[in-house]
């Protein structure tokens, strides 16, 4: 049995973990919001729910004596785009925000998930086979609280003891929650494009590599890095993990291999052109794939097949 405190239970990726890690075990998972983004259907109404803003420690530590939490998920954050508009709220809920976490965390004996991104390395990272431990040095707000974020994670796991994990999550592609401001989300509209048969308007230029991961790849991701066994962590905070790496134009055609009339012309964003060229084009995951056996389920292929599918059932869109 696992209590589990889901922060930001309501966005792209908490609202598909809560309802997986209510799927897999007994205990209580809570979702944790704020005002205005309250959960809905089944995210409601199968498991209990209450307000948690990260700025706010008396909210997180009520709900996790209350529920006796054991684990929480820190998935609280601005997506990278919106953290560049926003920078000093990006640093009050990334950083302000996490060490209200692991203070809580510290003083109740709870395990904290809290996720970094391929966001945190910067344009001096080796760009091919982006090492797990190499120079970070981002020049975004978004990158800035993301390396922050894994310093102070491993404090806390060296100084207090605080089981802190994490991973870097690549771009996140899924049918269920629509994008919210990142850099990698063109590689969702377009799926949503595409399935409605609508022209795509690309805002990151042809020949920008940067890795992706379908959804269900990144919760297992989150979950098993969670379950590994402490023993064999060599890092903690945190892994790098990898599925697939492709450009604009190799999605696009992928997709026309199952919508051959889709069409996509560009209409390059300066900024989110500008954070994509400053990430690694891929990762090597070995360590991770070494200390806790990650492999990934999902290539390109085989996420455009269940996209496509999921998308049209969705909309109620017949092949």
Known sequence: MKNVLVIGSTGQIGSELTMKLRKMYNGDIVAGYIPGA????ELAESGPSMVVDITNAQQIAEAVDKYKVDTIYN???????VAEAKPLLAWHIGIDGLMNVLE????KHCAVFTPSSIGSFGPNAPKDGTPQDTIQQPRTMYGVTKVSGELLSNYYALKFGVDTRSVRFPGL???????GGGTTD???DIY???VQGKKFVCPIAAGTLMDMMYMPDALRAAIEIMEADASRLVHRNSFNIASMSFDP??????????IPTFEMEYQVDPLRQGIAESWPNKLDDTCARVEWDWKPEYDLDAMTVDMIAKLR???GIEA
């Open 249 to 258: 134009e190799v999605i696009y055609h992928k997709i026309q291999e199952y």
């Open 104 to 107: 809580v965390a510290r003083e």
């Open 173 to 179: 592609i899924s049918y269920v929650t629509p994008p």
């Open 38 to 41: 309250e959960p809905k259907g």
């Open 75 to 81: 998935l609280a954050a601005l997506l990278s785009a």
């Open 313 to 315: 059932a969705k909309f």
């Open 186 to 188: 063109y590689a969702v």
């Open 192 to 194: 949503y494009s595409a």
